[in-house]
């Protein structure tokens, strides 16, 4: 049996939605765009919702709408997918990486704190990072696997330091935190809908936020940088070709009608997951805490033998026909980021952890109990063989 590391979930209800709009002959800029947008807003909870074509690109157009610039710093996670840096890289600015929660993965507000205190200096209401001289001017938290970041502690650190907040929440729809949805607390916030994603438009992405003045920006640079009034061939600013289109669009609109029992049977499948796996030694599952609700976006387990032997087991599941992947990956040891950084901000244990450790493991909206039972039967079986092995190279 074939067991995929995720799989999108398309019924008839999106395959009609999508053919009514290709024979509707709109087939972008249309009613389906808008209707997206206001359907997203209203189930997030804020003013304002901008479909774009990608994750990636909302994160960007962020950065672009809050004035992050060549020379200015953001404060970021690097155990997260590359994106959540690339975004404010385009820009010429600089990551500063501070150090994960072990148990939760996010960014650790105390680390936030502690750089913010200890490495910089205050100059006319701006933060200045005293060894690089660069304005500090945001922090990008990312709720990573779908766990809510302590988004109260970050938005006190941020008001105090006069920062702004960009929330990659592009694994997180639906979480909330003592009710209110990820998303809502920034200046403004990412999500994406790549097919893995808790929802799908087969590529796309979404910025949400309070402040008009950011929305209608975002809307005039996905657009080419045209105006609201101006006719198609006027710009008045430099823009970029981020549109939704909107056959994605209608795709949106049907799994957003459906993304109640989306994220349910996801949480299914992780309690399915819990219950298997909680009694196996040497294999840590993922976190939960009192007042937040998690989104499933991935289910990932912690090898604790390390890396070695999770890179086995890696290669034991994949020949078993189970996919598997290692998220993540941190972002300071990509080479591309290696070759930017000094290294004074490569001292992060926790991430370097979680990064030698961690296993995603297929989890998708209609996984079975059997197919949960027979991932854990062949996870567990990799995992023995693999630390003999560790053992006999040791020995
Ligand atoms: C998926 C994802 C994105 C956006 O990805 P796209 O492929 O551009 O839609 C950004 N940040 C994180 C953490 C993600 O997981």
């Known amino acids: 049996m074939r ?3 995720s799989s999108p979930d398309i019924t008839d209800r999106e395959i009609e939605r999508v053919c009514r709009v290709l024979k509707s002959g709109i087939l972008s800029l249309g009613p389906c765009l808008q209707e997206f947008e206001e359907h997203f807003a209203e189930f997030v909870g804020t003013r304002f919702a901008v479909a774009v074509n990608s994750g990636t690109s909302a994160l960007h157009l962020a950065v ?3 004035g992050i610039t060549h020379g200015d710093e953001v404060i970021t996670t690097s155990f997260s997918f590359v994106a959540s840096t690339n975004c404010f890289l385009y820009e010429g600015a600089s990551p500063v990486f501070v150090d994960v929660d072990p148990d939760t993965f996010n960014i650790d507000p105390r680390a936030i704190l502690h750089f913010l205190v200890q490495k910089c200096r205050r100059e006319g209401g701006r933060t200045i990072d005293i060894a690089t001289g660069r304005t500090v001017k945001a922090i990008l938290p ?13 938005c006190e650190i941020a008001r105090e330091f006069k920062l702004f907040v960009i929330e990659d929440s592009c694994e997180a729809l639906g979480a909330t935190l003592c009710g209110q949805k990820v998303g809502t607390f920034g200046d403004a916030a990412a999500f994406a809908f790549y097919p893995n994603k808790q929802m799908t438009t087969g590529e796309g992405g979404l910025l949400v936020t309070n402040d008009e003045r950011i929305a209608s920006e975002c809307r005039s640079l996905r657009n080419q940088g045209r105006g609201p009034n101006q006719s198609w061939l006027e710009h008045e600013k430099l823009g970029y070709n981020y549109r939704l289109s909107d056959i994605h669009a209608a795709l949106g609109i049907a799994q957003l009608e459906r993304i109640k029992q989306l994220l349910e049977c996801r949480a299914q499948v992780a309690r399915s997951y819990g219950e298997e796996l909680s009694n196996h030694v040497g294999i840590r599952i993922p976190a939960l805490a009192d007042n937040k609700s998690r989104s499933w976006f991935v289910y990932v387990v912690q090898i604790a033998a390390g890396r070695v032997v999770r890179d086995s087991i890696i ?3 994949r020949t078993n026909g189970i996919g598997c992947q290692t998220y993540f990956p941190a972002i300071h040891k ?10 004074s901000q490569q001292d992060l244990p926790n991430t370097d952890h979680a990064a030698a450790t961690c296993l995603a493991l297929p989890f998708f909206t209609r996984m079975t109990k059997d197919e949960v039972t027979q991932v854990c039967w062949s996870l567990g079986h990799a995992l023995e063989e693999s630390l003999v092995a560790a053992l006999v190279t040791a020995a």
Do not use: N, T, W
């Open 142 to 154: 990312v709720h990573v696997f779908g766990m809510p970041c302590d988004m109260d502690a970050i």
């Open 315 to 317: 290669g034991k599941l």
């Open 334 to 343: 990509q080479s591309y980021i290696r070759e930017l950084m000094d290294h």
């Open 3 to 5: 067991i995929p590391l």
């Open 64 to 66: 672009k709408a809050l």
